[in-house]
């Protein structure tokens, strides 16, 4: 038994994650590699491993000719005097199995074997790192940053090195040397020199796939993520639902004093995140979108996609956020074109507050005040103002606690 490569193989097979059968391979093609080297062919060349000793067997088959004179070529002939030598039953005519020891091999030809085992090894290698990252792809890894190349950062993911291009970075965020960080695999590309891996720190996907390893009810299916809107280090808004009525799922994903949502908040440096409601009516669903602020009414088009807000006077500012943010990134978590206008804005622009279909049987806009009103006050199919926000990391810095709005009903 060969002891010391069955050992070699163990070893090759457990740092490197390479099965013996292709190293047994990769020894075979580098056996007969050897001995084309040595004897210039390897037609007639067999290589035999035993897959439970590691000892293996080389022989060439030769004809057997009558005479050495009629041995044309050394390699592929035998006479049958050396034939009998080998096996008493040799016969002129027949074929012969004639062993090759490797050890005759020369310097050149034994080099070469080497290079060819070697060269099998780093191609398998380059393959399972390959393979072990494709199925990583679009997951969320942590790494090691190394060094910065340019305006572009490598970071070591263990077995492979990734590369975070300036264009995937969050601006403002800055890395030292041996630190760790999440990143976001975008792409896993084979190239010969190994796998080429692109990561992302700004991807949206990147907030979701933190939520899912931190949320265990996200994980199981309890709560579904249906839609994200990231401007990346800055805020996120995240919508969720769940099919259990017996499970929050905005406080699922906020956990106990926001323990949760605060971990995920302090992986992406301090980046505010809202958590609202999916709702399926679009016009309740919009209505959470532009949450912290407080919404007097939604005219909400689902065939063209578009939607009118009305909110108070005074949360205007609020619904719209600072450089409009909050109001774009809840079209963007909607899908729906919102346009936001305050009460009084409302009622000065002529036909702004024209709808049709739905909202046709109400004469005027304090008609429709006046029945959303009465719905709030009998909790018939009116949702409910719960303010899911935390000002902590959800409002903008000018944002301070505003009573609730409640309408006044005009006395008929």
Same mark, same amino acid.
């Given at each position: ?5 069955? %050992? ?25 590699? =050897?001995? @084309?080297?040595?004897?210039?062919? $390897?037609?007639?060349? /067999? ?12 022989? =060439? ?62 191609? #398998?290698?380059?393959?399972?790192? *390959?393979?072990?990252?494709?199925? @990583? ?38 890395? +030292? ?9 975008? #792409?896993?590309?084979? /190239?010969?020199?190994? &796998? ?7 991807? &949206?996907?990147?907030? @979701?796939?933190?939520? #899912? ?5 996200? @994980?199981?299916? /309890? ?5 994200? =809107? ?14 259990? !009525? ?5 406080? $699922? ?28 009516? !679009? ?16 005219? $909400?088009? &689902?065939?063209? +996609? ?74 018939? #199919? *009116? !949702?409910?103002?719960?303010? *899911?926000?935390? !000002? ?6 000018? *944002?301070?606690?505003?009573? =609730? ?6 006395? %008929?």
């Amino acid at each position: 038994m060969n002891k010391e490569l069955m %050992e070699a193989l163990n070893i090759l097979e457990k740092e490197k994650e390479i099965s013996k059968e292709t190293l047994f391979e990769a020894i075979e093609n580098s056996l007969l590699t =050897a001995c @084309k080297n040595h004897f210039g062919k $390897a037609d007639n060349i /067999t290589v035999q491993i035993d897959r439970e000793t590691c000892d293996f067997l080389v022989y =060439a088959t030769k004809d057997i000719v009558a005479a050495y004179d009629e041995v044309e070529d050394d390699v592929m002939q035998i006479c049958i005097d050396d034939a009998i030598q080998i096996s008493k039953n040799a016969v002129i005519g027949d074929t012969i199995n004639v062993e090759i020891k490797s050890k005759e091999f020369g310097r050149i030809a034994t080099q070469n074997a080497k290079n060819v085992i070697l060269q099998k090894i780093r191609e #398998e290698e380059r393959s399972v790192v *390959y393979n072990q990252f494709f199925e @990583k792809e679009k997951d969320v890894v942590t790494g090691i940053v190394q060094r910065y190349i340019g305006r572009n950062i490598s970071i070591n993911l263990g077995k492979a090195d990734a590369m975070l291009n300036e264009a995937e970075q969050v601006k403002g965020e800055e890395f +030292k040397p041996t630190e760790r960080i999440k990143v976001y695999i975008l #792409e896993v590309k084979n /190239t010969p020199k190994g &796998p080429r891996i692109l990561v992302s720190r700004t991807h &949206p996907e990147l907030v @979701k796939r933190l939520f #899912e390893a931190e949320v265990t009810e996200i @994980k199981d299916g /309890t709560v579904e993520i249906m839609s994200i =809107a990231r401007e990346a280090g800055s805020r996120t808004k995240l919508a969720v639902r769940t099919n259990n !009525p017996n499970v929050d799922a905005v406080g $699922a994903c906020v956990g106990m004093n926001g323990a949760r949502v605060n971990a995920i908040v302090e992986e992406l440096r301090g980046e505010k995140i809202d958590i609202v409601n999916w709702d399926e009516n !679009p016009g309740n669903f919009i209505q959470n979108a532009l949450s912290p602020a407080k919404i007097v009414a939604v005219f $909400a088009d &689902p065939d063209e +996609k578009t939607a009118k807000v009305v909110v108070p006077d005074y949360q205007l500012s609020l619904a719209i956020g600072k450089e409009g943010q909050n109001a774009r990134l809840a079209a963007r978590l909607t899908g729906f074109r919102i346009d936001i206008k305050s009460e009084t804005q409302a009622k000065e622009i002529e036909g702004w507050l024209d709808v049709d279909e739905e909202y046709e049987e109400y004469e005027d806009f304090e008609d429709y005040q006046e029945e959303q009103a009465a719905l709030a006050a009998y909790g018939d #199919e *009116y !949702p409910e103002e719960t303010d *899911y926000s935390y !000002p902590e990391y959800a409002y903008e810095e000018e *944002y301070t606690e505003e009573p =609730a709005y409640t309408e006044e009903i005009p006395e %008929e």
